[in-house]
């Protein structure tokens, strides 16, 4: 699947990339743009959902929060952070909403949609899939020549989604 993804990348000489590092509470984003072999960060940060709202209320507040950047920054394809098996059950349930609810924007904001696994990710940033968060977010903000590491955690995950699409 990356095989093909690389390719179909390649054949771009410009376009734009969303990453998404979904959660309940918050989902980490960033958007790069591609320009032949540069990348250029435009902007990155969370979209947060408030914890005294019920789940159909916070599911609706991600949907509407990544749309209106969708519609802002026009990407070609987004890659999302798959689910891992969790310890937490509840945490679990929580990202499934939330990733359902994401892959449901995405298709209706005709966004192809690109999963890995946080290890694919690891591997792809640092040269191997158990690097640490501080590693990876090295390598992000050496990749994109940004003055300082990316804050917050899950941004910085988002960024580092964001460039393995390149």
């Known amino acids: 699947m990356i095989n093909c993804l690389n390719v179909y990348l390649l054949a771009c000489l410009y376009m734009i990339i969303l990453g998404l590092d979904p959660g309940l509470a918050t989902t980490g984003y960033a958007l790069l743009k591609k320009e032949r072999s540069i ?65 449901l924007t995405l298709h209706q904001q005709n966004v192809r949609m690109l999963e890995l696994t946080p290890l694919q990710v690891k591997s792809r940033i640092a040269g191997y899939g158990s690097a640490s968060k501080k590693q990876v977010q090295y390598m992000v903000k050496a990749l994109l020549n940004l003055r300082r590491t990316p804050k917050p955690d899950d941004a910085a995950d988002a960024l580092a989604l964001a460039i393995c699409a390149t």
């Open 39 to 103: 990348l250029l960060a435009l902007e990155w940060g969370v979209i947060e959902t408030s914890k005294s709202d019920n789940l159909p209320k916070r599911l609706h507040t991600l949907a509407s929060d990544l749309a209106k950047l969708i519609k802002k920054f026009r990407p070609q394809i987004a890659v999302v952070e798959s689910l891992f098996v969790a310890k937490n059950l509840k945490t679990a349930i929580n990202v499934s909403h939330a990733r359902g609810v994401i892959a």
